[in-house]
Nanobody
């Protein structure tokens, strides 16, 4: 069973920063691309960043240059450093494995709420 636990969200003013963390079970973390997703009210969940096991990163256009994804394979952790936050970044943020998401077999944790005030 895939276990993913997100943390680090909160309320921040526009222009501020937050750092999200996700801890995964070791068996599923190390070989897989890990991704951060978000879902805003009334919108579909979207992939905002992902990183391969060897450190190659992908960013959605909306966050490129502001967000930085990183992973610590020794701690089975993937992080998302979010800078220059905007109100439109407000959403529940989740981590997951894109391979499972794209195959419609992913289960989702509770996520962590990020709220950016203007």
């Amino acid at each position: 069973q895939v276990q993913l636990v997100e943390s680090g969200g909160g309320l921040v003013q526009a222009g501020g920063s937050l750092r999200l963390s996700c801890v995964a079970s070791a068996s599923i973390f190390r070989p897989n691309v890990m991704g951060w997703y978000r879902q805003a009210p009334g919108k579909q969940r979207e992939l905002v960043a992902s990183m391969t096991s060897v450190g190659s990163a992908y960013y959605a256009d909306s966050v490129r240059g502001r967000f930085t994804i990183s992973r610590d394979n020794a701690k089975n952790t993937v992080n998302l450093q979010m800078n220059s936050l905007k109100p439109e970044d407000t959403a529940v943020y989740y981590c997951n494995i894109p391979r499972l998401v794209n195959g419609n077999i992913a289960s989702w944790g509770q996520g962590t709420q990020v709220t950016v005030s203007s």
